[in-house]
């Protein structure tokens, strides 16, 4: 039986709004929700996927979050990247267990979390920001869902360079990544993995001209249009709105510069 | 530096048409292309990222392949899941590095790479699928790009049940996942994380309803719209065309199984 | 020049927030808005495209309103179709100047409206609706747009069948469509244009089916998705969220019935 | 009955593909399709929705060929405005019966075509080219589909000037309308509709910049997604591929130039 422990990170949705609150399990803690309170004790053993009841009367489902979750609902003080956008960026940035990736901003942690759950309890993410207050949210973020000892947060401005030299995929989530693009081709180890999110074609056709003077290439823009359905089978439909813009997602690979061309390969 | 050696994975992109070409490296190969010939023992030493020339002229830029290249470029013998969608399945379904995770049918695998990379080196992809001539191909791609030792393929009607009883998630690429829920309910933990990929309205409203009845919950339906930029800085805009439609992505969670209301758990 | 006079169906957009009002300039009346009141006998003689000021001393643009922007100003009692959908709706229909034609239900008369405006001061909308509610909204708004003599509204159930024989388009904007096609294919003439819409993927099955039982023909089904954006220049990007839904639409053509095949035409 | 009579224009549509076909009815004539031949002759007195059929035994529809149907099946000279665009210009520019109307460029005469229609046999379209090669192309569509007395064709740079003063409404197919706002400003009524197609956003945001130097204002962008359905009752289901991008459709209001504020109005 899978059961919810001390120490646990959970997550608690209501049955009546499918809120959700997020939080980990301290025996003398109770969360205060507007459908009633729910004492921390009171999860103790219950099989993760059963409901448990608030003073009020209110069901709520006990589960282990998602990393799309836990982005969601971390707490905030700026824009955070969409699960429809994280998941692209991870695939497309190759994360896998145990590598070294690079992120800047930080901001609330968003993207932190999710390439801190994907590079897994062997790897590591250097993340970058200048203000120190974004870094203490994502590092209040971070503790709560139990993934500080897999991120170093460097308070730092990016336009001095970053410590790492060999990092296979780089992230650049700031107004102007094309002021950074000398230092993050030289952290990256060649033929690396660079990304950028942003949300003015303005900003993304400036950068087009700077990757390719920069020795980046193999450059793609994609958007992500993510359309939610309600999920009544007998009146199948989409929602009645959705998200139209988050960004628009660039991605690069860093080449060797280009010198006096390779000699001819093939004989 | 960071250079292909002996037994390497690669990716080999023409400049020309930006056509790819996955390879292993062996000291006595060739790749023919529609651009000319590369010898393998040419692209040894070389560093990733710098550019490699065919017999006939052609550049081509020598990289490692990223998880979306690779399940592009799977032999298939069947629709693959795409990119687009793996991101998002891999998020929803929150795979972490060291999980084993089940999925039917195999296919020509590209789910299955996806997870398989996800998942890590200490991680295990259960992958059921009941035509051999399928995972034939899954087998010799996941040789190709070197994660047989991942995952493990297992030729059964997934009607018979699925060996594993603790699974943390389980993805159905079947036209009747409905036929399959008291199977997976039984495969997954409590709380886990249950997908599906479904091409029409019609299997989604029957999936719909079976889920409800079978103690799935927090079901949601989605669906992902990728759209691709032409990279042209002066010239920036969407491509002409674009993929409209591959399926309707669904999630839900292995609730327990509706019983006596838990007890009231506020004070 | 062309100016505002007695009489006039004119639009009056607030340049603060771009709220629109719609009026019928009466010497002695005055609006009223959140910005401010205007005096109707203050407009007579501006020319349109000018800018008028409130008495708080908030500009607003005095303007003609287009039909798009009456449909959506009108007095509602019920979810209007919308501009993104009744262009498309009038093409696909193929609406004529001097053409009679046919709704069911008129609801609160945004497609009686653009129906309207099409077939101009020659042509004809017959709206049937069963509801007398709905069709004193319409009305009222149809005579203050200054559209009533093109409209025949019939408060009548369609069930009874319309009494038209030979129309060129007939539009049902009811939620079983199904339930009414042999009385609209009596409607229509030989080979006229059928159109419908509904929210859920379950209603289009249901209308698919039923359309080929009744001899309609060369159906299509088209949903149309509107994307806004901001129109900073310096920062050009999609608005933040969008309509993801209003309905599908289903358009056929009324075709002859299957009869002992036509004899062969070409010798 | 409505039947086809000598001199109609008709679409034949062929059941197997639905590929279709665009003519006018003449005594001796013949239509050759890769699914047979059939006589003009054939069709006299068939009723429209009937099925006619090939010297090879292929079906094929006979209908009264829509607006959206003509600009499809028009002869090409150039990339036309599709009917999901046209739909949404002829609403946003209120085109009405009887209105005289400009466009500029030409090009093959799709918008000229869906404007003809509009604005009826007592309205008329304005159509500035300066390329004659464009408009002998457009001059032949019209006659074909019997538009040509609703149309006035100008070979002529728009860098002149329109030779009108008072248009309800513009449109500015071209690649570079910015240079050409003085005169459509000088060409439109005061609060006239102005609307322009254009494929990059490089282009919109110049545009953007220019339409608010030139007295144009409540500017809107806007994008158009049209996805198409495939029929089948028990598969619905999206069509695999989309049109994903034309262009950005463009619409402002000619206002009256800035002056000294007008008088307060409110009192």
Request: proline share 5%; hydrophobic share 40%.
């Amino acid at each position: 039986m899978h059961a919810a422990a001390v120490g646990d990170l959970v997550q608690l949705v209501s049955m009546r709004d499918r809120k959700s609150f997020l939080l980990r399990i301290q025996p003398d803690e109770r969360l205060e929700t507007h459908n009633g309170v729910i004492q921390h004790a009171d999860l103790l053993g219950q099989p993760f996927g059963s409901t448990v009841r608030s003073h009020l009367g209110a069901d709520f489902v006990l589960l282990r979050p998602s990393t799309a979750e836990i982005t969601r609902t971390l707490k905030r003080r700026s824009q955070i990247i969409f699960p429809k956008d994280l998941g692209l960026i991870l695939l497309r940035l190759s994360i896998e267990p145990g590598q070294e990736v690079i992120e800047a901003g930080t901001g609330s942690g968003a993207l932190t979390v999710a390439l801190a759950r994907a590079v897994g309890a062997d790897g590591r993410v250097r993340s970058y920001d200048l203000r120190a207050d974004m870094q203490n949210t994502a590092c209040h973020n971070l503790e709560l869902v139990g993934l500080s000892e897999r991120v170093t947060l460097k308070t730092r401005d990016i336009a001095d360079g970053f410590d790492e030299t060999d990092a296979p995929a780089l992230f650049l989530d700031v107004p102007n990544p094309w002021d950074y693009l000398e230092q993050a081709h030289r952290a990256l180890r060649s033929g690396g993995f660079f990304g950028a999110l942003l949300p003015t074609t303005n900003q993304v056709t400036t950068l087009l001209t700077e990757l390719q003077r920069r020795s980046f290439g193999l450059t793609e823009v994609v958007e992500v249009l993510l359309r939610n359905y309600k999920t009544v089978a007998a009146r199948f439909r989409p929602a009645d709105r959705m998200v139209a813009h988050t960004g628009y997602l660039v991605f690069a690979r860093a080449l060797q510069p280009a010198q006096p061309p390779s000699q001819p390969v093939a004989r």
